[in-house]
């Protein structure tokens, strides 16, 4: 599973030009689900992006988490994080998880960030969407669930 986190000072997706979700302060995060990524792979990114340390103190130092600040989450399912380019310019995707898979486990994130974030804001799995946002510093983290 792979997570790209950004922290952002606002961001919103939105499909057929409605936006369909939207946060100020917080992490917009693109979520990837890889062909052999369970529950547990999921559990074990989400305590990792909620306790992640990224935003400033009152000593500028990147000491406090996503509850410290109040921030919220918008979460959107983007299975091209398993692009494949070893051979030629066209991308594989073999390494993503179906479908079936990755949409049942984005939901499952969706709803455990809810138990533990006040606002959590998503995209539509498999729709065609455009994302906006304003990065904050800009401040971007990448998390693999392989390297964890």
């Known amino acids: 599973m792979r997570f790209v986190i950004q922290r952002v000072l606002e ?4 499909v057929d ?6 946060i100020g ?19 074990k990114m989400i305590k990792k992006l909620i306790g992640m340390r ?8 990147t000491n406090l988490n996503l509850e410290s600040v109040g921030g919220s989450l918008l979460l959107i399912s983007q299975f091209t994080l398993y692009a494949d380019c070893k051979r030629g310019n066209r991308p594989g995707f073999t390494d993503a998880g179906a479908p079936d898979l ?7 994130i969706i709803a455990e960030c809810r138990k533990s974030v006040p606002v959590v804001e998503r995209g539509i799995f498999g729709a065609d969407m455009k994302v906006s946002l304003i990065n904050d510093g800009p401040f971007t983290v990448i998390l693999d669930s392989d390297k964890l």
Do not use: P, W
């Not at 961001?11 to 939105?14: E, F, G, M, Q, Y």
């Not at 030009?17 to 939207?22: E, F, I, M, T, W």
């Not at 990224?54 to 500028?60: L, P, R, V």
């Not at 990755?102 to 499952?108: G, I, S, T």
């Open 11 to 14: 961001s919103s997706v939105s």
């Open 102 to 108: 990755a949409e049942e486990l984005y939901e499952y």
């Open 54 to 61: 990224i935003f400033e103190d009152e000593n500028g130092k």
């Open 17 to 22: 030009g409605k936006v369909v979700g939207s």
């Open 25 to 43: 302060k917080g992490f917009m995060v693109l979520i990837g689900v890889g062909a052999g990524d369970t529950r547990e792979t999921a559990d």
